[in-house]
Every structure is written in C-alpha cells, then in structure tokens.
C-alpha cells in the first residue's frame, strides 16, 4: 500500500434496511480463506514472471480461441507499476464500460490521494453503496403514494432486491476490509465477481418489474435515479475482474488443476462443498434441527413454522427435515438465513405446492411457491411446485438467489418460468424441471449435471423455450450451462420448441455432452424478438451433445452462436472453471463431475 493510504479510513458499511447481508455465510469459509493467502501470493510471483517471459499467449474468445481467457489490453498492463494519483485513477477506470462516471466518483472520495488499486476499488464500492442507499430511501417514499395495486407489487420487488444490492455490496466492502486478508486471494476476488454480478441483476429485476405492469411513468423516474448506481457497481466489477483478478482470476485455471477431488473417481458433486456437507448429503437420513412434519409427528407442522426456527447468520449448518405430505404453503428465506439444509423423503412423496401467479396480480419475482436468498442453502429430495397452470402464465416453482447453493434430487414442476436461477453460483444435480416457456431462466451462475429437463405442451399458439439467461453486463461471470442431462418431452408436446432465446445483451447459455430428443425444432433457439437476430454479445453455444435433436446443421447463424465449441473452449463451462465449483461444492458432499 503507498504511503498516502497508510492513514486512509475504512468507510463503514451502508445501513441496510432489512439486515441481512450474509456475513456469518462468508465466516463459514474464512479459515480456508486464510490458507490460500500464501499458496495465492506465490503463484501471483510464478505467474507475473510468466507473463513477463511470454508464457500465456491468448486470443478472444469471440475469435474462436482454443484456450485462455482474452488478451490484457494496454491500459490494464499500465496499472501493474506506479502512477500519478490522476493518472492512476483514470487509468484504472478506462477497463470499465463508464469511465468518466468511474474517474469523477472515485477522485471525489479520494481525499488521501491513494494509489494503491485495492483501496481505489475499495472506494468504488463506497461510492455504490452510497448511490444505493439513497434509491432506497425514495423507493422507500415513492411506495407510499402508489395507490395502482399492480405497481405497488412491482416497486415492492424494487425495494427488495436494491435492499439486496446494498448488501452485497457491504459483503465486498467487509471483503477489501478484512485486515486477515491483506491479500485478495483466488477465493475473495470469486466472491467479489460473484456479489457485485449479482448487484447488477438487483438493478436489472427492478426495472423487469416495472416494465412487466407497464408502470411507464414510475419506470423512467426510477431508471433515471437508479443510472448513478447501476454504472458506479458495473465499474466496480470492471475493475475487480480486470484488474485485480489478473493473475489471480484470470489465470486460476493452473491452481484448479493441482487440486485433488474428494473422493476423486466416486464423488458427483463439485468441491465448493467442504467434507461435513458433503457427508451429510451422502447420509441417508442426516441429523435434523427440525422436524416439519402434517401428521403431528414433528417439531412442527407447516415448514415456515420450521422456517421461522432458524438462527439468523448462522456459521453452522441448520438441518430441516420434511416428511412425506404436499405442503401448500409459500415457503422464504431471506438472506439472513444462511446455511440451511432442507431435505424431504423424495420429490415425488414431499411436495411444497402454491400457486401464486402474474396473471392474478402477482410480480413474477415473487410468485415463487419457494424462496431461497440465503447462501449456502442445500434442499435434497424435495419437490417444488406452482399449480397455478399456463393460463396464469408466470408462475415460479422455486426461486434462488441463494450463492453456493445445491439442489441434488428434486424436482420444479410448473409452466411459464417454472425456475428461476436468480443469482449467485448454483448447482443442480439429478433433478427434473418440468415447463414451458422460459422455464429455466435467470442469471445466475448455473450448472446443470445429470438432470432430466421435461418440456410440455403450452398454450396454444406459444412455442416452448427452455432457457431464457439474463446477463447485462460483459463482466457478469453469469450464464446457464447444461451438462450431461437429457432433454425428453414431458408430455404429447406438438408446439415448436427450443433450447432457449436471449432475454437480455450478454445470454450466455450452453447445453454440452446433452441427449436431445427429437422434439426440437432444428434451429435450436429463437430470437426473443422473432423478427429480429439477438446482438453479437451474447454466447449461445453446443458441445458434443447426442440425439436426434443434436445435429447443428440447421442451427441458428447468429454472430452470437458456436454450433460446435472446441474441446478447450467448452472446459471454460464446466462446474470447475464456471462456477469454482471445486473450491465450495465438497462441503455440500453433493456428487460432481468437475470437467468434460
């Protein structure tokens, strides 16, 4: 750190209305943390003399590279010495999409005249959190004189997840704080990637709700106040994944490679699950806290009576067991809830049923028959489901936000957005999702392994779509990967049908190793805009999938699509290198294949 910043005073976290950023979940994993600061610095020495000699050579991926992520561009290999303070500010924010709005922010708090591009990011952060905290003070104030019952609804949803952008934004303040960590190491700058990506998806979901009742008016009031904070944490993205993920993100992948797999050769889940969970996920009937149980037999009989037992924050994991029954509830859990495992007696014996829907004047982001934003969430044999049916349209079977999240044996049977993957790293294995349109979707970091996805008959006159991916930002590590599943209709399905369409600029989804039957149309995905190609940005991509619904050569020509992804390209999605899914799942003790 340069001397300027030795006095330099931590700014406090912004007050949080609802209290529930998920500090205790990111204590779980803070020993391990500690034992990768050494192992993380000598390999940012290894690499920085690799880079110097000329070791990693890479091209874009969007100019059909075979490995590596894209070059480092000019003014990112200007930050690795020294700058003037003006310099160095302005240099650091030329990586990001709004670089004026990034050099003015930043200078303004920048009263000790730092250099050092941790604390200068340090101060990003700030800056967003600031911008914020005030959009949820109006939001706070304009929802009180709305008296439409449908906007009300939507800017409820607004103050909901900018609630929950300030506290991801506080997790990454706590993160560049944290004096035990000096040092940003691999698994802090994941985290951070992961948080501030997700904050960006808050600012997204606010106006989708908005849009969604046609609330015009309220829409572009809220767009325009939310401008300043929408671009300050897009900048602070840009600058932790271009700047201070490089090496330690950038080039990870070498790390990735000498680590060991639990229970190498037997275990199917990734290693972000840690040896406790992942026993607990291999034992048959683990320990409960809570028992819920319709018959009387349990603590409990309702499982938010359950819910409602669970200890805030907590470091330890929580174990909720429900009996066989359908339980017709709406089942959530905030953010505070952390590490929480819930399991059942079978998805098709214990059943969580609702049937909230847009079409009865519900917000599609809060018609989830079961919520989950607290991370570390783990459900296992349970199975989630809207009756609501497809002449309700949206109506979602589970919704998680929930970062480092397992779902292993479940099922999410609806419609219309049947799941949604909402944000954060998730991990779905042996399930089945049932639906129609758009009925996986979301933006989240999401992996798919060995799971059965069941499309059905629509409405008449609709087609059915998969996958609708919602990424926004170029520097979002978001996208929906589909391994090793297999794609069969649930039903007599004759509506055309596909893998899926991009919901927003940035899609990214990718189906690999998959059986497809021959109930997909043979361009494979469709426009959101039917009239109209999606933009170059998005990465729609196929690798080595089987069945007749397999072949590409009637595929979509988008710019955006790779019809056949080169054995190096596709290992950029698997569970290791897509979702550090070997850092975390182990703990779950949920089986994985970490790569192709």
């Known amino acids: 750190m340069d001397a300027a910043c030795n006095s330099f005073q931590d700014y406090g976290k912004i007050g949080e209305p609802d209290h529930g950023h998920d500090d205790s979940f990111r204590c779980k994993s803070r020993n391990r943390k500690i034992t990768l600061i050494v192992s993380s610095a000598i390999f940012l020495v290894a690499v920085a003399v690799g880079v110097v000699a000329g070791t990693f050579v890479h091209k874009s991926f969007k100019e059909g590279a075979s490995s590596g992520p894209p070059p480092i561009d000019a003014s990112v290999k200007a930050l690795s010495g020294p700058l003037p303070i003006d310099a160095s500010v302005k240099t650091l924010c030329s990586v990001t999409q709004y670089p004026s709005s990034c050099s003015s922010s930043i200078e303004s708090l920048n009263t000790n005249n730092c250099t050092s591009h941790k604390e200068l990011f340090k101060l990003s952060l700030y800056v967003a959190a600031n911008d914020l905290a005030k959009l949820a003070t ?13 906007v009300h609804g939507a800017l409820g ?10 506290g991801k934004l506080n997790d990454s303040i706590s993160t560049t704080t944290n004096k035990v960590e000096s040092l940003l190491t691999l698994r802090s700058i994941d985290d951070l990637v992961t948080w501030l990506s997700a904050a960006i998806t808050d600012h997204e979901t606010c106006l989708d709700a908005l849009s969604e009742v046609n609330a015009t008016k309220v829409l572009d009031k809220v767009r325009e106040l939310m401008r300043n904070s929408t671009e300050f944490t897009s900048n602070s993205l840009a600058i932790v994944s ?16 000498n680590r060991r797999l639990l229970g190498e050769g037997s275990s199917l889940f990734p290693k972000w699950m840690g040896h406790t969970d992942h026993k607990l996920l291999e034992t048959a009937n683990p320990t409960p806290d809570i028992i819920v149980a319709k018959d009387g037999t349990g603590n409990v009989t309702t499982i938010m009576e359950g819910v409602a037992k669970i200890p805030k924050k907590s470091n330890t994991r929580f174990i909720i067991y429900v009996k066989a029954g359908e339980y017709v509830e709406n089942v959530k859990l905030d953010k505070s809830l952390t ?8 998805n098709l014996k214990t059943i969580v049923s609702g049937s909230l829907n847009f079409v009865d004047g519900t917000p599609t982001f809060s018609t989830a028959t079961f919520a989950v934003m607290g991370g570390g969430f783990i459900a296992r044999d349970i199975g989630f489901v809207n009756t609501a049916g497809a002449a309700k ?3 979602v079977a589970l919704i998680s936000g929930a970062d480092q999240s397992v779902f292993y044996r479940c099922s999410f049977n609806a419609f219309q957005d049947t799941l949604y993957t909402y944000s954060g790293r998730q991990f779905y294995r042996d399930c089945s999702i049932i639906g129609t349109v758009d009925f996986i979707f979301g933006n989240a970091a999401v992996v798919f392994q060995n799971c059965s996805i069941l499309p059905r008959q629509p409405l008449p006159g609709q087609f059915v779509a998969l996958t609708a991916q919602g990424k926004t930002d170029p520097n979002q590590n978001t996208g929906i990967v589909i ?8 039903d007599s399905l004759t509506s055309q049908a596909y893998l899926g369409r991009p919901w927003k600029n940035y899609s990214t989804t990718v189906f690999m190793q998959t059986q497809i039957g ?12 039917t009239n109209v190609d ?6 729609y991509a196929e690798y080595m999938n089987e069945g007749p619904g397999s072949d590409t050569t009637k595929r979509v020509t988008w710019a955006g699509y790779k019809p056949n992804l080169s054995t190096n390209e596709a290992s950029k999605f698997t569970v290791k290198s897509f979702i550090d899914g070997t850092s975390w799942l182990p703990e779950t003790n949920v089986t994985f294949d970490d790569s192709l």
């Open 339 to 346: 590490n929480v495992m819930m399991y059942g007696d079978g």
């Open 518 to 529: 021959s109930f997909l149309n043979p361009a494979g995905w469709i426009s959101w805009d």
């Open 242 to 257: 271009k700047v201070l993920g490089i090496p330690l993100s950038t080039y990870k992948i070498p790390i990735h490679h």
């Open 483 to 490: 391994q090793k599943c297999t794609l069969t209709p649930f």
């Open 157 to 166: 949803v607004c103050q909901e997840v900018i609630n929950g952008a300030i």
């Open 534 to 539: 999606p933009p170059d940005t998005i990465l």
């Open 138 to 150: 109006f939001l706070k104030s304009m929802i009180s004189n709305i008296d439409d019952e449908r």
């Open 393 to 395: 349209h949206q109506a």
